[in-house]
């Protein structure tokens, strides 16, 4: 980004091919429109580009990117004047074929689904993007005692919410279990 602030343009290409992909799946969630997510995407980093004076060098880029990113995927839902759908994309075959597992992650998704978007977001950030506590805080603009706050209220309701629909065997939630921090 550095390079990028100081008027490199294939410094700009590299940041797009590195975090593009990881981006266009934070926007598919929750929107399941190809389309818009792409959308969405392209304005994240139209937006980076008009705030790159702004970007500190001092900082860690990923929470800076992801902050623009929520941003305008919040705007968005703003706009059309609805929630997102909060569906989650856990892909079935990244877990080991074991049936109890794959129901386990189909009720996950719906189960996750089901809750606050504060408590949603920093599920998925710390889950499906590998963001730190601290990291989140920054993204979501919180501290890092309240995200820590979400998240255990997160998995709380994600564990009722499974054992309500059934997911009570130690098979079934080692998934949910593995994910946990």
């Known amino acids: 980004m550095s390079r990028y602030q100081r008027g490199d343009r294939a410094a700009f290409r590299q940041l797009f091919e590195r975090y593009a992909p990881r ?3 934070t926007m598919l969630r929750g929107l399941h429109d190809r389309e818009v997510a792409d959308d969405l995407l392209q304005q994240t980093f139209l937006q980076l580009h008009r ?13 800076w990117i992801y902050t623009i990113a929520l941003n ?10 609805r929630r997102s759908e909060g569906a989650l994309a856990i892909d079935p075959a990244s877990i080991d074929g074991d049936p109890d597992e794959l129901m386990a992650a189909r009720e996950l998704r719906q189960a996750v689904a089901t809750l606050p978007a504060a408590q949603r977001q920093v599920v998925e ?13 920054g993204v979501v603009g919180s501290t890092h005692g309240a ?6 209220r997160a998995y709380k309701s994600i564990r009722a919410t499974l054992e309500r629909q059934g997911v009570t065997e130690p098979g ?8 946990a921090p």
């Not at 702004?54 to 990923?62: E, G, H, I, K, P």
């Not at 305008?72 to 004047?81: D, P």
């Not at 995200?147 to 255990?152: D, I, S």
């Open 23 to 25: 981006l266009r799946r």
């Open 51 to 63: 705030a790159r004076a702004d970007y500190r060098t001092d900082a860690s880029f990923r929470p």
């Open 72 to 81: 305008v995927k919040r705007s968005y839902f703003r706009r059309v004047g």
């Open 125 to 137: 950030l710390f889950w499906f993007e590998g963001f730190s506590f601290p990291e989140i805080a």
């Open 147 to 152: 995200v820590k706050v979400r998240a255990h």
């Open 172 to 179: 079934q939630l080692a998934y949910l279990g593995r994910l």
